[in-house]
């Protein structure tokens, strides 16, 4: 395939072009120069350029601000002679002069001295330029796009003014992404809920408790809620394969609490949501936004799109669902694959000084005596960080069983008829540990985030 842009006789032509580069990928073709008349020219330029672009309102002065951050600027040298003598470009004649460019794995130092993630490579973001069929849920006021750009240049005297004679550009699709690190997790968007990470640097654990009271005004305890969920893999971008969450709701009460006061609650509802985070802003980040960041700094641009990924509903069914563990201890656990949204690309996340892309699960179960919810971070990777992600980890998916994909999903197509019993169906689905307990893996020897 060859992709080119032409601006008056000139176009920018790259051979052989993936549907998208990572690092370490060759971008090579060729500018070829067709003038419409005889041109003196001094040099040919040839850069390959990563750009991002912002903009937002002033909150002081209600006006736009605009931003634009070059941080990647490569240039290919053009040979001496792969150059016409004298330097004429003449009219109707064909030049071609060949590029080639690897894709580097970080940014320049100097680029940003505060932030590691900075200096990664950015994904392309919002790129108006490339043939993207679908959206990638960013703003028009967050931009990243990669070019190739070609320039022919004209010096009349050593220092004098010069002139463009000729100009292209095409655009790069790049989509990268880095192994998960915890340190990119705005962690303060997690408080009042434990947030576990494991050792592969990938899987979330996540845990909410509540204690149900005897009645409204009553301040007696007469059970605890808990709430757990993981999530082992990331989403990769461009690739639709469902992510497993693993969900057990637990209820026990203590043995004093009274046979009369024991009131099980029923599981009405169990959705999740998926939150699209798009930070943005005219000056650099100084630090890790989160979505409540905004409150303290009116600079910070950030852009949200949410997406309801499973839902399922119970309200139908009249059937007790719980498990019996012991005495006072009931659960319930389930498996339920998460699916990216249709017709939408999840570029991986990312930290950039202008620009970030987060991404966050929302678990949410509704009860007859209340909801009870968690929020896990997520990521979006390419398939080759997926793969590493997956060679590391010390949770095979084996270890959690089959995939329930015949749960009864009200946000999946219409064409899926309501399964009768679907509660019964869910719950005789475990949440498969592995031998010595998933839990002694997970929950101990990790990074756990109490607040
Ligand atoms: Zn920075």
Redesign the pocket.
Known sequence: MRNCSSVSGMVVVVESKKPYYDVGDCISGAVVITPKKNTEFSEVLITLEGTARTWNVSANLGTRVDAKNTFLKMSYPVEEDDYPSPRILLAGMTYKFNFSFVLPERLLDS??D??AS?RQLPPTVGDLGLPWEFDDCSPNMARIAYQIVGKVLHIKDGDGPRSVPYSASTSIPVITSYMPDVRNIPHDNYKGQELSLGDDGFTRLCLSTKALKKGIISRSAVGDLTLEASISKPFVSLKEEPVPLLLKLSYSHGEKVKKSDIRIPKVESVAVKLRVYTYFSTV??AYMPHPKSRVLDPRLGLYQENFKIANYNFTTCSQTAWAKESDNHYSINATIPLMTPKERVLVPNFW??LIGRQYEVELDVKLSSGNINLKIPVEVTTNKVAERVRNMSTFKEKDYGVLDTSLHDDSASEDHDPLPDAFSRWTSRGLHLPAGSAEAISWQGNIALKT
């Open positions: 680029e940003c505060r932030f900075h650099p980040m950039s000084c």
